[in-house]
């Protein structure tokens, strides 16, 4: 299985991202997705969730501002990210819950003035 994640940028506070996940090499709509946040020096947190059904669940620190969706005919997971905070910087990774497949790359999210 091959998770690319993209859109991860340098970003004022305030400001906002959209994150992309691609998966490839695996069914994909039978798997809960979730993306993953690591911050430096920090170990990898599951920030949100989403289920084969489409319910979804948020970590505390970014309810409210994050919002994950899927589509499965393309086998991608997003993440919309808003009002973005220099906590929120750090690398983006999307598994399937588990998680359960060897990690992607991540896309690197740099909050900052």
């Known amino acids: 299985v091959q998770l690319v994640e993209s859109g991860g940028a340098l970003v004022q506070p305030g400001e906002s991202l959209r994150l992309s996940c691609i998966v490839s090499g695996s069914v994909f709509n039978i798997f809960a997705m979730g993306w993953y946040h690591q911050a430096p020096g920090a170990q990898r947190v599951m920030v949100a969730g989403?289920?084969?059904?489409?319910?979804?669940t948020y970590d505390d620190s970014v309810k409210g501002r994050f919002t994950i969706s899927r589509d499965n005919a393309k086998k991608t997971v997003y993440l919309q990210m808003h009002n973005l905070k220099p906590d929120d910087t750090g690398v983006y990774y999307c598994?399937?819950?588990?998680?359960?497949?060897?990690w992607g790359q991540g896309t690197q999210v740099t909050v900052s003035s």
């Open positions: 598994n399937a819950q588990g998680p359960l497949w060897s």
């Open positions: 989403i289920r084969e059904d489409g319910g979804t």
